[in-house]
């Protein structure tokens, strides 16, 4: 029995030997405590506030408004008359710049997974080395274009980049290379945006490996030193295995970011050339905002971010089937059910 418990029926007892009522009932008594729970966190509701309220506004408003702006063409000003039902969400369908935007999009996600991440990794192994002399200046210099921002990251690799006047180009000159078209060229500009933004975002995963890695124990890798096991075999038997819950989370929250590319892609080829580096993000920026839309579309734009956001749920979904299987078959209960 708890102190609270033995304090109420010592109030129950005490009214009934003077005569009076016990105290109301436990739903009453409940509601009360929660009341005065809430009062005397009064002021620590009163600073969060301005967060929730702003939350409110600018992320879960305009996510629920997009789902109904979707069915009307409407240019972002005046009511919504204008009713067209599916129409925006079948001529986005079938376009075939948004399905090259889509596609370009995923080629963000697959570098971000596919390179960036084992590139953090083996960084972080190396900079969780505690002989490493300056580890901690080599993993600032690799953290600072995480706190940089990305438009600037993006002006300046596009001035770096420039095909005529560009530091990189000229080098190139000097030493009797041809100069490199890496901006303006359907074939090149892709990549080199990928390469820019895999750089950029190489510290933040770092520091997430760094984080994993600091969790497994010492003592672990100097029993397996003991036993003979090499740098390889200990890298194979202890680290892998105890990396595999992080690498997870780590893999999901590289594939979430990769879509927040909008700011280097815009600043460093705004989608261009002929579409080379369009993703969803700018295609539905070019229709709802862009001035070279006359008019703008903002029914439409909402339409292809919510078919971009169905399909990213749907795998998503997919996704964390994959790890609840992977997971329980790891924990042994594949089939207990």
Do not use: C
């Not at 129409?87 to 960036?116: M, R």
């Amino acid at each position: 029995m708890t102190a609270i418990e033995k304090i109420d029926l010592a109030e129950a007892d005490n009214a009934l030997s003077e005569g009076h009522e016990p105290p109301g009932p436990p739903e009453r008594k409940k509601n009360d405590d929660l009341w005065s729970r809430m009062k005397a966190h009064r002021w620590h509701y009163l600073f969060v506030a301005p967060m929730v309220i702003t939350l409110l506004l600018f992320t879960l408003w305009p996510i629920v408004a997009s789902w109904g702006y979707g069915f009307f063409d409407w240019n972002g000003f005046g009511p919504l008359e204008d009713w067209v039902g599916l129409d925006n969400f079948i001529e986005a369908a079938t376009d075939p710049a948004y399905w090259n935007s889509f596609g370009n999009t995923f080629w963000f996600a697959f570098a971000s997974v596919f390179i960036q991440a084992p590139l953090a990794l083996l960084f972080a192994l190396v900079l969780n080395n505690p002989k490493l002399f300056g580890r901690n200046v080599y993993r600032v210099l690799i953290f600072i274009p995480v706190v940089s921002t990305t438009a600037v990251v993006g002006l300046v690799f596009a001035v770096l980049l420039d095909t005529n006047r560009g530091p990189i180009n000229v080098a190139l000159e000097a030493i009797g290379l041809d100069p490199v078209n890496f901006l303006g060229s359907s074939s090149t500009a892709l990549a080199t945006v990928i390469a820019v933004e895999t750089w950029r975002g190489l510290g933040i995963t770092m520091i997430y490996w760094l984080a994993a890695l600091q969790t497994i124990p010492v003592e672990l890798y100097d029993a397996a030193k003991i036993d003979g096991a090499g740098r390889f075999a200990s890298f194979r038997s202890i680290t892998i295995p105890l990396l595999m819950p992080f690498a997870i989370i780590i893999l999901l929250l590289t594939f979430i970011t990769s879509f927040n590319a909008f700011d280097i892609v815009q600043t460093m080829t705004a989608g261009g050339p002929n579409g080379a580096t369009d993703i969803v993000a700018t295609y539905i920026y070019r229709y709802a905002f862009s001035p070279e839309q006359f008019i703008p579309r903002f029914g439409y734009a909402s339409a292809a971010a919510l078919l971009f956001g169905v399909v990213i749920m749907a795998l998503s979904l997919v996704q964390l089937i994959i790890v609840r299987r992977v997971r329980r078959r790891a924990a042994g209960l594949e089939g207990s059910k």
